[in-house]
């Protein structure tokens, strides 16, 4: 049985792919697995979830520029080398696997110095400050956009997977998620969401959508998912508003628990441009209306979401220039251009890479079968 090593921290964006990677391998074949995380990182908590083995070292993130606190924050991680090190010896990997985010950095650089058979995962076009580094000692990277094979010093080691997504994001067809959800074959249904905490900036320019369409005849759904920080701030505008929302038209909730099924019943989604919403919106093969984060590291959100828009599969608002009519301009743009919508979705396609999971799985096994038979 082989035995497999997965990182991934900070963030859901490197957690998740990694928990997609994880049980890849699971499906292929029997593996032991363990993930190396912070002790009170959101990794801590979600892994040991799944049912992974979990353990922990310190390690901080680093800023881009010169600081006195990456001096100390070097020295932690430098210190959780060995602690690492005590990790690879008793677990004794045949492969480690990195999806980003700083905890990354220990135990990836000690495994790489010990010859142990290594992976990063790098999810955007602009790679993160700890995959670059790690990028000159890994033996493979798998890159969720071609267009960030030139970002790194040795482009041989890179392989164009695309991003993992978790199976069930097609387990639903249109016909029977709008079924279960209520919504009819002919409603145009956007789908909304800033992700689990919530976008301040869409769910703002989304009050003004609401009442546009609010007061109006088409027959259109706005499927608005504020996320746990922007919930109660969105009811709260709309009731005091003079022009009030329509409840056949605005589905206003704070979390969507059953995102894959929403996902197959939508026409059209507005969001963020993190890397795994992509891919999945990606797999549905769904136009989309992208606002990138403006505060996400190197502006990788950005150029995520040029990417779609290049390939004519996503129109992009930036996070200054979001406006209510802006939105509804591309919203009734779309709703009276079926065909436009429909090559939207046909360009999508072309960018979506549904077996990125498995693909890496395979990756990870080859290197990690490349040191059983070395021993």
């Given amino acids: 049985m082989k ?18 990677i994880a049980k890849e391998i699971s499906r292929i074949e029997e593996a032991e697995i363990l993930f190396v995380g912070t002790p009170n990182g959101m990794e801590s908590k979600i892994i040991p979830k799944e049912n992974y083995k979990f353990a922990s070292i310190h390690a901080y993130g680093l800023k881009r520029s010169f600081t006195v606190k990456n001096i100390a924050n070097l020295a932690v991680t430098a210190k959780s080398v060995f602690r690492a090190k005590k990790i690879l010896k008793e677990f004794n990997p045949d492969v480690v696997i990195g999806t980003g985010g700083y905890v990354c950095g220990p135990i990836l650089m000690a495994a ?10 790098e999810q955007n076009v602009i790679p993160g400050i700890t995959n670059k580094i790690l990028s000159r000692f890994v033996d493979r990277i798998a890159l969720g956009y071609k267009e960030a094979a030139h ?28 079924k279960e959800l209520g919504i009819s074959e002919d409603t145009f249904m956007v789908l ?29 759904l706005l499927y608005h998912v504020t996320g746990s920080l922007g919930y109660q701030d969105v009811l709260k505008e709309l009731e005091n508003s003079d022009e009030k929302s329509n409840d056949t038209v605005s589905h206003i ?4 628990y059953q995102m894959p099924k929403v996902l197959a019943a939508a026409d059209l989604i507005i969001c963020r441009a993190g890397a795994i919403s992509l891919a999945e919106l990606s797999a549905r093969e769904l136009p989309s209306i992208l606002v990138p984060y403006p505060y996400a590291a190197e502006d990788h959100q950005t150029f995520n979401a040029r ?7 996503a129109y992009v608002i930036l996070d200054k220039e979001l406006t ?20 939207m979705a046909q360009k999508v396609t072309g960018l979506r890479k549904i077996h990125a999971g498995e693909d890496i799985a395979h990756l990870a096994l080859t290197l990690a079968e490349q040191r059983k038979t070395k021993k």
């Fill in 324 to 343: 209510d009519e802006a939105l509804i301009d591309k919203i009734e743009l779309l709703m009276d251009n079926p065909e436009e919508l429909k090559n």
């Fill in 253 to 256: 909730v704070e979390y969507e």
């Fill in 112 to 121: 790489a110095l010990q010859g142990i058979p290594t992976l990063i995962q």
């Fill in 307 to 313: 990417v779609f828009e290049k390939n004519g599969a």
């Fill in 151 to 178: 970002r790194f010093p040795d482009a041989g080691k890179c392989v164009y997977t695309g991003n993992p997504i978790r199976r069930d994001i097609l387990a639903y067809n249109r016909a029977d998620a709008r």
């Fill in 192 to 220: 909304i969401t800033g992700g689990s905490r919530g976008a301040r900036s869409i769910n703002h320019a989304m009050i003004g959508v609401h009442k546009h369409f609010g007061k109006g005849n088409r027959d259109i």
């Fill in 3 to 20: 035995r497999i090593i997965l990182s991934g921290g900070g963030t859901g964006g490197h957690i998740y792919p990694a928990i997609t």
